[in-house]
T-cell receptor, first 114, second 119 residues
Framework: ETGVTQTPRHLVMGMTNKKSLKCEQHLGHNAMYWYKQSAKKPLELMFVYNFKEQTENNSVPSRFSPECPNSSHLFLHLHTLQPEDSALYLC?????????????FGPGTRLTVL | AQTVTQSQPEMSVQEAETVTLSCTYDTSESNYYLFWYKQPPSRQMILVIRQEAYKQQNATENRFSVNFQKAAKSFSLKISDSQLGDTAMYFCAFMKRDAGGTSYGKLTFGQGTILTVHP
């Protein structure tokens, strides 16, 4: 285990649903990240938070809405998704952006959009 | 922008043998980090090895070592004495580092190489 947990591990939702993905890290880190992993494509960075402040939005559609209430928790709120959004969503954390460069990853949430 | 290319979608090796995974990258940065991450079938990605571009010496971690060729922008991973537990997808990744010694925290990944170790 890496010290980063994600729930749920699997999620199936319709295009009109609203759901949220949750990530929690137990490492005392201050930076958290969302990545999207699609089949046959490299991991794509979506969002970066450093000390609860969003420092990166990698041109992600507004149907994905991140929230970072504290340094230990990160959410990804989903609404009106498209089938092409089906993917594995990975959360990661690091000591902070700009200091420690190792990122620790969670197990991911496998999302299927019908 | 940086790009990372892993030209081998799949590789296989017999247990106890050695295998090398290839990675090339393209960047105009002079200061950066390179990583190999392993993602086993359980899906939790873990760091295997890290190389700092300013260091000429190749990084090693037990059975894992890299061949870092900065001029050629090549960063291959060698796994010696392969074990069944090495079966996983392996990702090469790049992170730029500014002149002040801080990184931006943005990993750019390659497409991955699926490695299967056969008994």
């Amino acid at each position: 285990e890496t010290g980063v947990t994600q729930t749920p591990r699997h999620l199936v939702m319709g295009m009109t649903n609203k759901k949220s993905l949750k990530c929690e890290q137990h490492l005392g880190h201050n930076a958290m990240y969302w990545y999207k992993q699609s089949a046959k494509k490299p991991l794509e960075l979506m969002f970066v938070y450093n000390f609860k402040e969003q420092t990166e939005n990698n041109s992600v559609p507004s149907r994905f809405s991140p929230e970072c209430p504290n340094s230990s928790h990160l959410f990804l709120h989903l609404h009106t998704l498209q089938p092409e959004d089906s993917a594995l969503y990975l959360c990661a954390s690091s000591q902070e952006v700009g200091r420690n460069n190792e990122q620790f990853f969670g197990p991911g949430t496998r999302l299927t959009v019908l | 922008a940086q790009t990372v290319t892993q030209s081998q979608p799949e590789m296989s090796v017999q247990e106890a043998e050695t295998v090398t995974l290839s990675c090339t990258y393209d960047t105009s940065e002079s200061n950066y980090y390179l990583f190999w991450y392993k993602q086993p079938p359980s899906r939790q990605m873990i760091l295997v090895i890290r190389q700092e571009a300013y260091k000429q010496q190749n990084a090693t971690e037990n059975r894992f070592s890299v061949n870092f060729q900065k001029a050629a922008k090549s960063f291959s991973l060698k796994i010696s004495d392969s074990q069944l537990g090495d079966t996983a997808m392996y990702f090469c990744a790049f992170m730029k580092r500014d002149a002040g010694g801080t990184s931006y925290g943005k990993l750019t990944f390659g497409q991955g190489t699926i490695l299967t170790v056969h008994p």
